[in-house]
T-cell receptor, first 116, second 109 residues
């Protein structure tokens, strides 16, 4: 199946700093990428949907100025958590959809963010 | 509103069979996915159903009834490595994935 690579796998940062998470589709062109957050023992929560070359669409309750999403190319999307706080500590997962229309969602490996 | 229901937790014995149910009420339907997620890892694809009936893939099978808004994932010959959360997700009329909360499956020897 298609491969989506997410980096870093885990990161620890100080409160008030910013963290960038990258999501790359390695063997297909991802027209749409999704960013999810998952707290322990809870299901995936969609944060935002991004289409290549356009602004991301954020879900209700997700601060667009805090979670900056850039989808500059068909193979790369980034999520930047700005001025991170301990409550932002979570598991962040990206997934990608290809040009051929709706297919199974291919997931990155996830990023465990811990803000101290 | 849109809603997907799955049991929160299930327990089964190694070597046995378990069925995980999923019921949904969504605005439109364009398919249903089952994913497996081990703790601390991203979900991995198991199956996709868009027509009624049973899809078999090795030890795992998935069933769909669109008229009843119902699906199940059947796991046979359970192994300890099958201990994981199983997520049901429905594609709605806008081709958005609506996720269930997941079912934590515990396998006992």
């Amino acid at each position: 199946g298609a491969v989506v690579s997410q980096h870093p796998s885990w990161v620890i940062c100080k409160s008030g700093t910013s963290v960038k998470i990258e999501c790359r589709s390695l063997d297909f062109q991802a027209t749409t990428m999704f960013w999810y957050r998952q707290f322990p023992k809870q299901s995936l929560m969609l944060m935002a949907t991004s289409n290549e070359g356009s602004k991301a669409t954020y879900e209700q309750g997700v601060e667009k100025d805090k979670f900056l999403i850039n989808h500059a190319s068909l193979t790369l999307s980034t999520l930047t958590v700005t001025s991170a706080h301990p409550e932002d500590s979570s598991f962040y997962i990206c997934s990608a959809r290809g040009l051929q229309g709706y297919t199974e969602a291919f997931f990155g490996q996830g990023t465990r963010l811990t803000v101290v | 509103g849109q809603n997907i229901d799955q049991p929160t937790e299930m327990t089964a014995t190694e070597g046995a069979i378990v069925q995980i149910n999923c019921t949904y009420q969504t605005s439109g339907f364009n398919g249903l996915f089952w994913y497996q997620q081990h703790a601390g890892e991203a979900p991995t694809f198991l199956s996709y159903n868009v027509l009624d009936g049973l899809e078999e893939k090795g030890r795992f099978s998935s069933f769909l009834s669109r008229s009843k808004g119902y699906s199940y994932l059947l796991l046979k010959e359970l192994q300890m490595k099958d201990s994981a959360s199983y997520l049901c997700a429905v594609v709605d009329s806008n081709y958005q994935l609506i996720w269930g909360a997941g079912t934590k499956l515990i396998i006992k020897p």
